[in-house]
Nanobody, 125 residues
Framework: HLQLVESGGGLVQPGGSLRLSCAAS????????LGWFRQAPGKEREGISC????????YFADSVKGRFTISRDNAKNTVYLQMNSLKPEDTAVYYC??????????????????WGQGTQVTVSS
């Protein structure tokens, strides 16, 4: 069955970096859109980045643009979120998700049907 497992979260000081990984099993990336979402306590879930395996197009929310990058390794069936210049407001549980084919022209459109369990990111001094 299709499974997504996030890793790489933790505690980091403001200005620091983390790289989240999302390992997929039970399906091959080809044709999927892969996204990263986050949810902070008391706030709605926010879509922050995604990548389409159809054409490698990407999307970044304004809140992370210029600080986060997304990439994928098809051979490892893994998608990464590199987070730099982290701020306390980046503190949240981060989830990866998969949108099965056929995907929209924009990976931000979704819908994302498959979700990982989440990994906690805490930015604090």
């Amino acid at each position: 069955h299709l499974q997504l497992v996030e890793s790489g979260g933790g505690l980091v000081q403001p200005g620091g970096s983390l790289r989240l990984s999302c390992a997929a099993s039970g399906f091959a990336f080809d044709g999927y859109a892969l996204g990263w979402f986050r949810q902070a306590p008391g706030k709605e879930r926010e879509g922050i980045s995604c990548i389409s395996t159809r054409d490698d197009s990407t999307y970044f929310a304004d809140s992370v643009k210029g600080r986060f990058t997304i990439s994928r390794d098809n051979a490892k069936n893994t998608v990464y979120l590199q987070m730099n210049s982290l701020k306390p407001e980046d503190t949240a549980v981060y989830y990866c998700a998969a949108d099965p084919p056929p995907v929209s022209s924009s990976c931000a459109a979704g819908p994302y049907d498959y979700w990982g369990q989440g990994t906690q990111v805490t930015v604090s001094s």
